[in-house]
């Protein structure tokens, strides 16, 4: 077994701690990135002659922003994305673990790559994200993968080059493993290189600190950490000056926004309202959290015509005894309450949601209180799950009585619940005039684009790939249940 070098290793009790101690934000300067530099041209001449990187992200938004820094980091180093991961000398996977077939889906891949490391002795295999974060999967990928070169966590994207470079520098090509749980300082202005050229993400906090009985996000991305409102503002603006036409304000939980920040008038409200004041063209945020969703939040959405009409407002189940296992800290009737009030201030809103179904022990008359919310709330669009057990989680430890066939069964009811509604939803934009932005050549037919309406919904429609990036209008003609077909507006 090759050596493995561990700089830093994952511990549950540090993943869960949640102390007071104020976090750091450190501006990555000119001297940090002149070091890499002078490391980083010792790695290119190690690298075997094509200096190409690949990389592969499964999972969240969160880790497509990730996948970004680690872009601009190693294109810092001149060295060249490629799409065919053939052609790559080094190789990352940017992991997912909120689900078990998230992991499945990397173990598969990592399974594959053994045949490309078989044919070149130089590919670097470097894996990320939120699966080496959890001890015994950790584990187990260093044992049963020895040809994994190099590991690193959520909290270490900025030790990339180093890491690379120490990898490059030892003799015989040990492993190196660099994942912390203890969440470190806030790094900024790290180099990125964005996937697209119209629409960004921007960080606002990091981590979570809910604990819903289910989720393994907490421990994999640790405390939650509010980003300076200045930083936050600045990189809005670069992003403004650089043409992107939408922002994404990103966090677990954008509602908590602020609360570990020193001004106490800092909230995700007043966040949302300076961001929403520059003159960008589109504003969303994700993922609101239902019992934190502020009456200030609505009025600044309602105030701003650029804040996208559309709120995606995770609920995960309906009944009140779910929640309560769940550890979410509202009841069906006060989530009901709220989308009132929205709907109220905010007509034309778009609703999406998450729901969990086969939650343990979760009873028919349970699982139909979902059902009910559901027909009540009226999604304009959902995300829907079965419960899958995490290591680590509180949930994970519960006995689970039901079987796995009624948990497909009411997927399924669950699903259809929902597209009661979607056709009546859609119906009403048949022959109205929508603002696009266009994001694609169309998957299904090579001659038609595909865009986003201000309620997430895809359009897809004859014209000329130039106009992605562009905010046209298109008149909405025929809805396809998931996605409308439409005309473009000259
Ligand atoms: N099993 C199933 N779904 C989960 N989610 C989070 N953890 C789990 C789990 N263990 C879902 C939640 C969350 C979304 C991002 O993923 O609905 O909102
Ligand atoms: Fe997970 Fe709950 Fe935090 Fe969302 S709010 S990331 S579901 S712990």
Avoid: W
């Amino acid at each position: 077994m090759r050596e493995v070098i561990y700089l830093d290793k994952p511990s549950f009790t540090e993943a869960i701690k949640r102390n007071q101690t104020n976090i750091n934000t450190i501006h990555y300067n000119n001297e940090t990135f002149l070091t890499n530099l002078k490391n980083n041209l010792k790695i290119s001449e190690r690298l075997a002659k094509n200096n190409t990187f690949y990389i592969k992200t499964h999972g969240c938004q969160a880790n497509i922003r990730d996948e970004e820094t680690i872009n601009g980091l190693l294109t810092s180093l001149s060295l060249k994305r490629v799409e065919n991961i053939e052609e790559a000398s080094i190789i990352i996977i940017n992991t997912c673990s909120v689900r078990e077939n998230a992991n499945n889906k990397v173990y598969a891949e990592i399974g594959n790559i053994k045949r490309l490391k078989e044919k070149n002795k130089d590919l670097v295999l470097i894996l990320c994200g939120c699966m080496v974060e959890t001890k015994d999967t950790l584990a187990n990928l260093i044992n049963k993968y020895p040809y994994i070169d190099i590991i690193f966590g959520t909290h270490n994207i900025d030790s990339l080059l180093n890491l690379l470079y120490l990898y490059m520098d030892s003799d015989n090509k040990k492993r190196i493993v660099d994942v912390s749980s203890k969440e470190g300082e806030i790094i900024e202005d790290l180099p990125a290189t964005r996937n697209n050229k119209y629409s960004a993400y921007v960080n606002i906090t990091f981590g979570c600190d809910k604990f819903c009985t289910y989720c393994i996000v907490p421990q994999t991305r640790g405390k939650e950490r509010s980003r300076d409102k200045e930083d936050i503002l600045k990189e809005c603006k670069l992003l403004l000056a650089e043409g992107y036409k939408e922002i994404i304000l990103l966090g677990q939980n954008v509602d908590s926004y602020g609360k570990d920040l020193k001004d106490q008038n800092i909230t995700f409200a007043s966040l949302l309202d300076a961001v929403a004041s520059l003159p960008i063209k589109r504003v969303r945020f994700l993922t609101s959290y239902p019992s934190e969703f502020s009456d200030e939040v609505i009025e600044v959405i309602a105030k701003h015509d650029n804040i996208m009409k559309y709120i995606h407002l995770p609920v995960q189940s309906g009944s009140n005894s779910v929640l309560k296992r769940m550890a979410r800290r509202y009841t069906k009737e006060e989530y009901i309450a709220l989308v009132e009030r929205i709907k109220a201030r905010i007509p034309n809103v778009a609703l999406s949601t998450d729901i969990i179904v086969g939650f343990p022990n979760e009873s028919e008359e349970e699982f139909l209180d979902t059902l009910d919310l559901v027909r009540k709330v009226k999604y304009a669009s959902a995300f829907t799950f079965i419960y899958s057990p995490r290591e680590g989680t509180a949930a994970a430890k519960l006995k689970d009585k039901i079987n796995d066939e009624t948990k497909v069964a009411r997927f399924k009811r669950l699903t259809d619940a929902l597209e009661e509604y979607y056709p009546i939803y859609n119906e009403s934009f048949i022959n109205t005039i929508q603002e696009v932005l266009v994001t694609s050549v169309s998957k299904k037919d090579k001659n038609k684009v595909s865009g986003v309406m201000f309620n997430n919904k895809i359009v897809n429609f004859n014209a000329d790939p130039s106009l992605i990036g562009e905010i046209v209008k298109v008149k909405i003609l025929e809805d396809k249940l998931y996605s409308f077909n439409g005309e473009l507006i000259k």
